[in-house]
């Protein structure tokens, strides 16, 4: 092994165990917090918090794919060390953002001072509400802006196979915002007060991470400068940033049309069995997905470099490790599933065993075709990516129209879960493919301009 691909592996597993953790992490503390913020907020202040949160989160979408564009761009001029384009890259991408997130701060004023708009949150029979709802939007939506702007620092830790960094202030930040919500109890402040102390933590701990990427050793890259803007490092980024725009979007219609199926079909009392049981597998999957996704740069790197043999191992042993963690998460799952929601949630909720042995099947191959997907990415193939992913999407739709009234709940896990593996199939195939196409034909590292800045 060269001293580039043994240093390649250990950013990658760094990158990937710190992913696990801060996940572990995350989810812990969101165990401990949200009884603090019931307690602090009330059921309906915290309700409120919640409903501004998902609305302004849709302004997320803004990102285009910029992100994850940039994430594929900068690692791969660092894998040909053109670091010319690399800081062109992120120069591009540091102003577009910084551009972008002054409409959506604006949005979020004007949001939060008028009184029709807050309609929408559901306050028409909660005057008491009312006169904070206002302090609470401007919150979450300056907080989002302010994250917004500095939306490439993620993208950024994980180009430079630094994902840990992100990683680490993540749990940094929920730690922080549980240490706040805890010096709050009983002091019986204000809705406002609760906002603060939830939306500025996350916020300070990115600009940390940001503040050390400015200026620690990789600062001569990093530093951007408006003069390295470029319309051509656009395309460049959005040439990869445009497809998993796509994969994003058909991601969402796949997380958001589940329960209206559902609730259509069985009943609202059916989609608290569904999310249930979702919740207890998606777990172990989004862990899954944190570690294989760490690798993606690394993978960029490999390709770029055209180490074909580290490229062949890391990918087979990591698509190994994600489906058999599955595989025997998904298993345990079905054995102990009904005993362990029937003691968390009760027996209301209770899903039929039918049910968890579809979604075993759904997040196995899911998890699998998501592993494969980070591989898809670092060879540059996230146009194949969006096509597929497309493809899962109506799998779930058409499960949830046409199967789901004469299948029931296991309809839209199967559905999805033949669309995951199809998408698991021909991406493997079409990867093994393009790497044994790239051997004998060297990639040719590609010419930026504005190399002498």
């Known amino acids: ?77 660092c894998a040909a060390e053109d670091r010319p384009a690399a800081r062109q890259h992120i120069s591009t991408a540091v102003f577009t953002f910084a551009l972008l997130s002054l409409p959506l701060a604006c949005a979020a004023i004007w949001f939060g001072r008028h009184a029709g708009a807050l309609a929408a949150l559901g306050l028409a029979h909660k005057p008491e509400l009312r006169s904070q709802a206002g302090a609470v939007v401007l919150i979450a939506g300056l907080a989002f802006s302010a994250s917004f702007a500095m939306n490439w620092v993620g993208p950024l830790c994980a180009a430079l196979q630094e994902g840990y960094r992100a990683s680490i202030a993540s749990a940094l930040a929920g730690a922080a915002t549980l240490a706040c919500l805890y010096s709050l109890r009983g002091r019986g402040l204000t809705l406002t007060a609760f906002a603060l102390a939830s939306a500025v933590p996350p916020v300070v701990c990115t600009a940390l991470v940001a503040l050390c990427l400015l200026g620690g050793t990789h600062r001569t890259i990093v530093r951007p400068s408006l003069a390295l803007w470029n319309r051509g490092s656009v395309r460049t980024i959005m040439g990869q940033g445009t497809p998993l725009f796509l994969v994003q979007l058909s991601d969402l219609a796949i997380l958001n049309t589940a329960n209206l199926f559902i609730a259509h079909s069985l009943g609202l009392a059916a989609v608290a069995h569904y999310s249930i049981a979702l919740a207890l597998f998606s777990t172990v999957s989004k862990t899954c997905y944190a570690a294989s996704s760490a690798y993606w740069p690394a993978y960029a790197d490999a390709f770029a470099r055209q180490d074909w043999e580290w490229l062949r191992s890391a990918a087979s042993r990591n698509l190994t490790l994600a489906a058999s963690a599955m595989a025997l998460a998904g298993g345990c799952l079905v054995l102990i599933g009904r005993p362990l929601i029937l003691w968390w949630a009760g027996p209301a909720v209770l899903p039929p065993s039918g049910l968890l042995v579809a979604m075993a099947f759904y997040f196995l191959a899911a998890t699998c075709s998501t592993t494969t997907g980070a591989l898809l990415n670092g060879l540059g193939m996230a146009g194949l990516r969006a096509r597929l992913r497309l493809f899962v999407a109506a799998a779930h739709l058409a499960g949830g129209w046409l199967l789901l009234p004469h299948f029931g709940l296991s309809a839209i896990p199967l559905a999805g879960g033949l669309g995951f593996l199809v998408d698991l199939l021909v991406s493997a195939a079409r990867a093994h493919r393009h790497v044994s196409g790239a051997m004998f034909a060297p990639v040719v590292p590609r010419v930026y301009a504005n190399e002498s800045a």
């Open 1 to 77: 092994m060269t001293d580039r691909s043994a240093w390649r592996s250990a950013q990658a597993r760094h990158s990937a165990a710190a992913a696990v953790a801060a996940t572990a992490v995350v989810f812990g503390l969101r165990f401990l917090t949200i009884p603090l913020s019931l307690r602090i907020a009330g059921p309906e202040g915290y309700g409120l918090w919640l409903t501004a949160g998902s609305l302004i989160a849709w302004a997320g979408l803004a990102d285009m794919g910029i992100g994850s564009g940039l994430v594929h761009s900068v690692a791969t001029a």
